[in-house]
């Protein structure tokens, strides 16, 4: 009963900027967790950014001050800010949720449908 929906990706020159949307929909209670992760082609799923426990954000080390994780609480998305961007950002990125639907289900994982990012050279 939970939908994640990603936008924003494309085409962009190197040193260029992107923005990524993530919108949450369906039957949801809480949203414990939300964050963004990439899989390059041939490589593992990594984190990109994250929001912690605390309520600060987590970043990759090759991301980290390029790269700004946001979210809206009333609108249920999050955003990734992606500047300066590099050819090896090249992915497809997904955004993650963990979200209870109920008070006495989950949280569970959901995963956005991906958006392709690709920097030229």
């Known amino acids: 009963q939970v939908q994640l929906v990603e936008s924003g990706g494309g085409l962009v020159q190197p040193g260029g900027s992107l923005r990524l949307s993530c919108a949450a929909s369906?039957?949801?209670?809480?949203?414990?967790?939300m964050g963004w992760y990439r899989q390059a082609p041939g490589a593992q799923r990594e984190l990109v950014a994250a929001?912690?426990?605390?309520?600060?954000?987590t970043y990759a080390d090759s991301v980290k001050g390029r790269f700004a994780i946001s979210r809206d609480n009333a609108k249920k998305m999050v955003y990734l800010q992606m500047n300066s961007l590099k050819p090896e950002d090249t992915a497809v990125y997904y955004c993650y949720y963990q979200i209870r639907s109920t008070l006495a289900s989950g949280p569970y994982s959901y995963w956005g449908q991906g958006t392709q990012v690709t920097v030229s050279s």
């Open positions: 369906g039957s949801i209670f809480s949203i414990n967790a």
């Open positions: 929001f912690t426990n605390g309520g600060g954000s």
